[in-house]
């Protein structure tokens, strides 16, 4: 089988699988297998495929058609300047929350001297370790439940260079981080999706509770903001990432935890999609 005839049978089978963008992730999952970049792949549409080519190919498009995410079997992923592994241990990282970790290094851009932040249920450590890179004065707490997703975190701030300036800490919120500390910064991408809701049949392979947060989608928030005044420092600011609809009630919920300073950002769709807070 050439890699043509490939691309082509696995943008059909992809296809009828209902994938979006069928052939895209056809391509990539051929570039995977093969080693070769997309200039390579034209350039040498003829080239037959080996036997363990074309075995490895059929197995990842047959997973990819049961909706296994294509993430997992690629096997990391590009998240805001830095590369990330991932695992069915963590949460995949997506574009909505590259653009949280751009607010967030907004928020703080130009303040002289160290920065303590944290990042409250890390999962891959996607945020924090993309704002470690970003921002070289800045050091970070990482909180998160899971001992599995935590190994991943670690494995990916040290393949990016920034482990020295990151602990983590496994357990809730803000009780895994240590009593005395304030924060110029804290970030978080918490569970958003309240129980029962239909979702796309990839996050059925991610972990459920990094999903679902209560009847209301709204648990973890209220366990989130009910600590967080304590531990920012005066002038210090929390972003995070919320879900369709949500921005009424977080902005309600965080004046009733004292904050003056409230408000919601828009993602590039549009939508309310970020909590800030000062």
Request: aromatic share 6%; glycine share 10%.
């Amino acid at each position: 089988m050439t890699t043509y005839d490939a691309l082509r049978q696995a943008t059909t089978a992809l296809g009828r699988a209902g994938v979006h963008h069928a052939g895209r992730e056809a391509v990539w999952l051929l570039e995977h297998v093969t080693g070769m970049g997309h200039a390579a792949l034209v350039a040498m549409r003829d080239r037959t495929l080996t036997r363990g080519e074309a075995a490895r190919l059929k197995r990842l498009v047959a997973a990819r058609s049961r909706r296994y995410p294509l993430q997992y079997l690629l096997g990391s992923v590009p998240f805001a300047g830095v590369h990330l592994v991932v695992s069915p241990a963590v949460l995949i990282p997506r574009p909505e929350t590259e653009e949280l970790a751009e607010l967030a290094q907004s928020l703080v851009a130009g303040r002289p001297g160290r920065l303590r932040c944290a990042d409250l249920g890390t999962g891959s450590g996607c945020i924090a370790i993309a704002l470690a890179h970003a921002m070289p004065a800045s050091r970070w707490h990482a909180s998160d439940i899971s001992a599995d997703a935590l190994e991943v975190a670690c494995a990916n701030a040290k393949a990016n260079g920034v482990a020295r300036r990151m602990a983590f800490r496994q357990g809730f919120w803000f009780t895994a981080l240590p009593a005395a500390a304030r924060y110029d910064l804290v970030v978080a991408n918490p569970p958003y999706v309240a129980k029962g809701t239909p979702l796309e049949p990839e996050l059925a392979h991610e972990p459920q509770e990094a999903l679902y947060a209560g009847c209301d989608g709204l648990e973890a928030y209220r366990e989130i903001l009910a600590g967080l005044r304590g531990r920012l420092k005066p002038d210090g600011w929390f972003a995070g990432e919320i879900g369709l609809g949500q921005g009424r009630t977080l902005r309600a919920l965080a004046r009733a935890e004292g904050f003056t300073t409230v408000s919601c950002r828009r993602d590039l769709t549009g939508r309310e999609r970020f909590l800030v807070l000062r």
